[in-house]
């Protein structure tokens, strides 16, 4: 399935070419970060789109409340302040071939309003912040509020189109390996915020053939796409 809407704001770091562009670059609903629906993971101490965190039991009508507030549509113009809060938001998935999202500075609509994009093959987080104005998503499961406090399992093996990784929450830090590609190229990308903004990205590369890359303690995200599966070398 093709992709849709915007091109997806991207950079280039070092020599490196970052992910997939839209074709359509005319029409609003998906950007080009990221390219293809997600694979598989390994069992065990694999991580997938399944986000592995320590929950507590509702406290009651008041937390339960809270929680529902903290979630919202995958599709949709969200007012920030208004619809849903400025913080972190994680989404599982895609539900129809490709999840799209913005951030937009005002609701004009044009395309020099937008501050970030993304579209997304399998896990996704974004920050939205107090100064944006919209967040729109499109073709994405349900959003859910990231507790930064939650304490995750984090695995040493992810699947290779799995999409975005919290460091320390869904995959350990480490050197991992990827025997290759599934369809052309295989992207990765170390990231250190969720803002997805020109400066977000700490180093990427489009691969083809083997792939190996050091996660740091210090990163905060990795993303990968159209990659096979990871697993930690050391």
């Not at 507030?69 to 994680?90: E, L, M, N, S």
């Not at 539900?95 to 609701?107: L, Q, V």
């Not at 093996?157 to 460091?167: E, H, L, P, V």
């Not at 050197?175 to 700490?202: F, Q, V």
């Amino acid at each position: 399935m093709g992709m849709k809407g915007r091109l997806t704001l991207s950079a280039v770091v070092g020599v490196v070419v970052i992910g997939v562009v839209s074709a359509n670059a005319n029409t609003r609903g998906g950007g080009g970060g990221s390219g293809r629906g997600s694979g598989s993971g390994a069992k065990g101490s694999s991580a997938s789109a399944e986000h592995r965190t320590a929950t507590k039991k509702d406290s009651g009508p008041t937390e339960a409340a809270a929680k529902k507030k903290a979630a919202f549509a995958g599709d949709g113009d969200f007012r920030v302040g208004t619809d849903i809060r400025p913080g972190t938001y994680r989404t599982s998935g895609n539900t129809d071939g490709m999840c799209y999202w913005e951030r937009t500075k005002d609701t004009s609509g044009d395309t020099d309003s937008l501050l970030a994009n993304d579209n997304v093959s399998g896990a996704g987080y974004v920050t939205v912040k107090a100064t944006d104005k919209i967040f729109q998503s499109s073709g994405c499961k349900d959003w859910e509020a990231v507790d930064a406090k939650a304490q995750g399992s984090p695995a040493t093996k992810m699947a290779g189109d799995g999409g975005m990784f919290k460091i320390g929450t869904d995959i350990t830090p480490g050197t991992y390996r990827s025997t290759g590609n599934t369809d052309d190229l295989c992207y990765w990308e170390r990231a250190k915020d969720a803002e997805h903004g020109l400066d977000s990205i700490l180093a990427n590369d489009n691969v083809t053939g083997t792939a190996v890359v050091t996660i740091s303690t210090k990163d905060a995200y990795f993303k990968t796409t159209g990659c096979k599966n990871w697993t930690k070398t050391a």
